[in-house]
């Protein structure tokens, strides 16, 4: 993997003022690089900044402070015409609810196509088409579903829907936020499977931002734990799942409920909690464990981490 | 000891009457319930878990209707200790609402946020339902409030008392509900997706909190759950329902060391473990039927891959697994008539790994 990554962020840093006296530091510092055709996982708990960093990056927010570089283009300060372009259309977002994030008002031919009118990619109508009828067929609908409405589709179908209005604007990066956690256990399936099919044809990178960990180690080729707004832990998703060193990363890995009774009824989830820790994010330095494998630490968290690695079950 | 049955339901069918004509929600679900045991009920979304557990609470849209079958409570009464048994279909609303409901069987709902009312504040809502049902004082029903917080893993309880539901942290909000269906002593609760909204880490505590209680309180859950991990974590034995009926039941070790309905086959399969490396995840093609049609024959028919002719015709009835005496399958494979079909290759490999670590825990 020694191509060049298509994003870089950079010690990203998102703030919140919510009054004079008092800001939220949602995002506090953070630096991750994705590379083409990988899928980055991004997991923490509610409130750790997750999907708040994945908004930052495609510019849902202005970012308080730290360098976004997307294929090449810096696109964290103002954007000159050409790199604003080069993210509207390059960068693409899938977003979690889809009862929600489709129009209901608009077909479907005209909600996957609106990317490509505002662009104006095409040179012709039938061309437009054209390319809206491949992108439903590339994810398993059909021809007849573009003149129907959102309300007529299910969960799974729409959350299709929300895919190929990604898809059509044949982008380098999808950021998926939490794109399958309202759907159904079987359906989810379907849709990952479609996500990985869609990676293999296409090169693809996702940043696929999620809580339910074992479909993010599936899915994932590296992960990104956030805490509190910091990124604790990073590494390959073998490295995260196998040896983890951070304590909050533990304890995340620890709560996952295993579908198997007979070691599930046994089984204690860790605790973990910030300000009884004793740790202190604000200090530490990501440290490098292997090439791939980094922790968030203070020189001596470090070693009382490494004395502990072997503590899990 | 003597297993005490305190729920039994029979040949449930309930339907609701919406615009595009009646939908059968649930057709023909049996089972029972006994004295601190944990049954969980899973299924997709539709497949009529959530209507199965109103209708045991009493609670079904004024668009539903219960067309047949019987839910039966059996219970003890507090002060004379007589026995007593009540079948609620034909009881009066008033009557479920005084006698049963929050006082025999209570619920938690999976969101924390909308079955608190934000603008009371916890120790109020903690209050209310004692003082409802038990006419306590206000100073009783207070000191038993706290007490209550406490059992839940709530510290500084006096001063949780006067917080507002916005106050609090999803698992905290949680907490306070099953304070608060624990409050009257019931000996059922009914947790429908308890940990949907919350965290993993949170989940797990939650999950924790709510199995010990019951052992210390030698109270019956009843869970309603798609997540199978969940499951693993907490139930005794286990109702797979699929549109409307219950399509496989037995102990949890039944369900997934030795499944036997394709159906439940796909569930088990479709969900990653952390060890899945396939290159592509199994999935269930199709989706689940539309109940507002009538259904002939098996309604997983369609979707099965290992569907008889017989399947598209004649629902299967219950078969009971040979050889164990709490395994039932409702699927025209387990007809001694029937072809042998194994479960797919895959699952088989997985089952055996999840035995082999079971082992090891020992």
């Given at each position: 993997m020694n191509k060049e990554p298509i994003l870089v962020v950079k010690d990203l840093k998102q703030h919140f003022k919510v009054n004079r006296k008092f800001t939220v530091k949602a995002v506090d510092g953070i630096s991750f690089e994705i590379y083409p055709g990988e899928t980055y996982g991004l997991v923490g708990e509610s409130g750790s900044g997750k999907s708040t960093t994945?908004?930052?990056?495609?510019?849902?927010?202005?970012?308080?402070?730290?360098?976004?570089?997307?294929?090449?283009?810096?696109?964290?300060?103002?954007?000159?015409?050409?790199?604003?372009?080069?993210?509207?259309?390059?960068?693409q977002m899938i977003f979690q609810d889809p009862m929600a994030c489709l129009n209901p008002r608009k077909k479907v031919l005209d909600i996957i196509g609106e990317g490509l009118d505002i662009h104006k990619s095409y040179s012709s109508l039938e061309e437009r088409n054209e390319k809206i009828y491949e992108m439903l067929e590339l994810v398993g609908l059909s021809r007849e579903h573009a003149s129907r409405y959102p309300h007529q589709f299910s969960g799974g179908q729409r959350q299709r829907i929300g895919i190929a209005r990604a898809l059509v604007m044949n982008p380098d990066l999808i950021i998926a936020d939490e794109a399958i956690s309202a759907l159904d256990v079987s359906i989810q399936a379907q849709v990952v499977n479609l996500m990985k099919?869609?990676?293999?044809?296409?090169?693809?990178?996702?940043?696929?931002?999620?809580?339910?960990?074992?479909?993010?180690?599936?899915?994932?080729?590296?992960?990104?734990?956030?805490?509190?707004?910091?990124?604790?832990?990073?590494?390959?998703?073998?490295?995260?799942?196998?040896?983890?060193?951070?304590?909050y990363t533990k304890s995340l890995l620890s709560a996952i409920p295993h579908p198997n009774p007979q070691v599930e009824k046994t089984r204690k989830s860790l605790t973990y909690n910030y300000s009884e820790s004793g740790l202190d994010y604000e200090a530490g330095k990501q440290h490098k464990i292997t090439e791939t494998h980094y922790v968030l630490a203070t020189d001596d968290e470090l070693k009382d981490f490494l004395s502990h690695q072997n503590d899990m079950i | 000891m003597e297993r005490e049955r305190i729920l039994k339901i029979r040949d449930l069918r309930i339907s609701f009457k919406t615009d595009a004509g009646t939908v059968q929600a649930i057709r023909g679900v049996d089972f029972d319930l006994y004295q601190g045991e944990t049954i969980a009920?899973?299924?997709?979304?539709?497949?009529?878990?959530?209507v199965t557990t109103k209708a045991i609470m009493g609670i079904l849209a004024s668009n539903g209707q219960i067309d047949s079958g019987s839910i039966e409570y059996v219970w003890h009464d507090e002060n004379t200790g007589e026995r007593q048994e009540r079948d609620i279909?034909?009881?009066?609303?008033?009557?479920?609402?005084?006698?049963?409901?929050?006082?025999?069987?209570?619920?938690?709902?999976?969101?924390?946020?909308?079955?608190?009312?934000?603008?009371?504040?916890?120790?109020?809502?903690?209050?209310?339902?004692?003082?409802?049902?038990?006419?306590?004082?206000?100073?009783?029903?207070?000191?038993?409030?706290?007490?209550?917080?406490?059992?839940?893993?709530?510290?500084?309880?006096?001063?949780?008392?006067?917080?507002?539901?916005?106050?609090?942290?999803?698992?905290?909000?949680?907490?306070?509900?099953?304070?608060?269906?624990?409050s009257c002593d019931p000996y059922v609760l009914i947790c429908d997706e308890p940990t949907t909204a919350?965290?993993?880490?949170?989940?797990?505590?939650?999950?924790?909190?709510?199995?010990?209680?019951?052992?210390?309180?030698?109270?019956?859950?009843?869970?309603?759950?798609?997540?199978?991990?969940?499951?693993?974590?907490?139930?005794?034995?286990?109702?797979?329902?699929?549109?409307?009926?219950?399509?496989?039941?037995?102990?949890i070790d039944d369900i997934f060391y030795d499944p036997r309905h394709p159906y439940t086959w796909g569930l088990l399969s479709s969900m990653p473990d952390l060890d899945t490396d396939d290159d592509e995840l199994y999935t269930i093609p199709g989706s689940p039927p539309n109940l507002a049609h009538e259904v002939t024959g098996d309604a997983f028919a369609p979707r099965n891959q290992f569907a008889l002719n017989i399947d598209l015709r004649v629902d299967p009835p219950m078969f009971d697994v040979p050889g164990s005496d709490s395994h039932q399958v409702a699927s025209w494979l387990m007809h001694e008539k029937a072809p042998k079909v194994d479960m797919p290759e895959s699952l088989k490999k997985r089952i055996l790994k999840m035995k082999k670590e079971g082992l090891k825990n020992e």
């Open positions: 994945g908004r930052s990056i495609i510019r849902l927010y202005e970012p308080t402070a730290g360098n976004i570089v997307f294929n090449g283009e810096d696109i964290s300060g103002k954007m000159s015409k050409k790199a604003l372009k080069n993210l509207r259309t390059n960068m099919k869609i990676q293999k044809e296409t090169n693809i990178a996702y940043l696929f931002i999620a809580h339910d960990l074992s479909m993010v180690k599936y899915i994932s080729d590296r992960i990104g734990v956030l805490h509190l707004g910091h990124l604790v832990e990073t590494g390959t998703a073998e490295e995260i799942f196998n040896n983890p060193l951070h304590p | 009920i899973v299924g997709e979304s539709g497949s009529g878990k959530s279909v034909k009881m009066s609303k008033d009557d479920i609402q005084k006698i049963i409901r929050g006082r025999k069987i209570a619920m938690v709902f999976q969101d924390p946020m909308t079955s608190l009312n934000p603008t009371m504040t916890i120790g109020k809502q903690i209050m209310e339902p004692m003082m409802y049902h038990y006419g306590k004082t206000k100073e009783e029903a207070y000191a038993r409030a706290i007490e209550l917080l406490q059992e839940v893993g709530i510290t500084d309880a006096q001063k949780r008392m006067k917080n507002y539901p916005h106050q609090l942290s999803g698992g905290m909000r949680q907490r306070v509900v099953i304070a608060i269906a624990l919350l965290d993993v880490t949170i989940q797990a505590k939650i999950l924790e909190l709510i199995k010990e209680l019951q052992v210390k309180k030698n109270i019956s859950v009843i869970y309603i759950t798609h997540d199978l991990g969940v499951v693993a974590k907490v139930a005794d034995y286990v109702n797979v329902m699929y549109a409307g009926k219950i399509v496989e039941k037995g102990t």
